[in-house]
């Protein structure tokens, strides 16, 4: 298969890649360090620039926390409308390796209509009198890994999302110049296509816009470390069945957030 591998700035337009939804990540924006049995403050943040929050998500649609014994611990959620984020906390148990955060939105049903945009099911707008061009539902899944170590393998635990990208490089062995491998799940099963990459500071005035550009192949990918700091790699997976009078197509989103140090 023909690959391409970018390693220069991309602004990619929206006719050459289905459009870019706001995308779900998460940040540790008090800095500092987690501590066992003491808070650690962190915020759900969603935006078109890489990490730059832009608006807050409706609450009942979004869940996160942090992964005990291969389980969500939800946090509460607050709306942070001056941050335009949600703050949540989690309370690591045990540092004696890294732990996983992860945040997660159940999309609502977008209808495209002859009124412009809607949220709602498609039956529930044709009932209304509308006409429904394009029905989507976008769900997102957002992880973040803290603490990581030389010895630990935690960072390469599988959650189960349905589209979920995984380490392979453990992210405490990650550095400048080098490959960071990944492997990319879709269902359960390997993943194959675009993946995108950057990291926080990394031409914030521009949307959309990334510092590395790959393909996945069998669930394969590799991305080459070009700075230091929080890195987010994202993966998409657009047109899947929907659900008949809801929506016509289900499209995933994920991203996978780590400090290179």
Known sequence: MF??????????????????????????????????GKTFELTVQSAHRFIVPEEVEILSRVKAGIIENGKLTESELKANESELCIDFSV??????????????????????????????????????????????????YA????NTSKEDKNFAQVLGQPLEIVPVTNPADAKTGEYFDVKILLNGQPYTGPVWASYDGFATEYENTYAYYTEAENGEAHIKITAPGWWGIRAAQSGLPGVEGDYDHLNLRAFLLFEVK
Not at 143 to 146: D, G, L, S
């Open 3 to 36: 690959k391409r591998i970018i390693t220069a700035a991309i602004l990619f337009s929206l006719s050459a890649f289905p459009a870019f939804s706001h995308e779900l990540t998460i940040k540790n924006t008090k800095g500092g360090v987690p501590e066992a």
């Open 91 to 140: 309370t690591p148990k045990d540092l004696s390796g890294s732990f996983i955060v992860t945040a997660i939105k159940d999309g609502e049903s977008w209808c495209i209509t002859n009124e412009g945009g809607k949220s709602g099911a498609r039956k529930d707008l044709e009932a209304q009198g509308l006409k429904v061009i394009s029905a989507n539902k976008y769900d997102k």
């Open 143 to 146: 992880k973040a890994i803290f």
